[in-house]
């Protein structure tokens, strides 16, 4: 019988004879640890995209979809209490979709990005500065 021996969260360590068990209560725990309800950033510039109008489009408010700025569905396990955000054009045109999921004016880049480009500056050069220190 194998013997699988696993470090829980919370530092102690648990010894399970039954292989199947100690993976459901591990994908279990993963599972929790990886919701979120906020959003992540998908890219640090706005998406430009083509739309047509009166077609429906679902953008992509939690983050986390592989199809950005639209949703994938992704949302759903990754970021429950985050609801994707429809909207219908009504003209054919080109759009600045939010892609770092902070604008105000949802989906459309309200230039809200800059600011997170500049706390990720800040985050660099803390960094940097941090490992000349040491």
Not at 2 to 17: F, K, P, S, Y
Not at 56 to 82: E, L, M, N
Request: a positive charge; one cysteine or more; aromatic letters at 8%.
């Amino acid at each position: 019988m194998n013997v699988i021996i696993g470090t829980m969260r919370n530092g102690t360590r648990a010894t399970l004879r039954q292989p199947r068990l100690f993976t459901a209560l591990a994908s279990s725990m993963m599972q929790c640890s990886t919701q979120t309800n906020k959003p992540v950033v998908a890219a640090k510039m706005p998406f430009r995209v083509k739309v047509t109008g009166g077609k429906r489009y679902v953008w992509c408010a939690c983050g986390h979809s592989k199809k950005q700025p639209f949703c994938d569905g992704a949302h759903r396990t990754k970021a429950p209490s985050i609801s994707p955000r429809l909207f219908t054009p009504e003209k054919d045109s080109t759009l600045m979709l939010c892609a770092c999921k902070q604008t105000k004016n949802a989906p459309y880049c309200d230039g809200t990005h800059f600011k997170v480009l500049f706390q990720d500056l800040v985050s660099l050069v803390k960094k940097v500065f941090k490992i000349n220190n040491v």
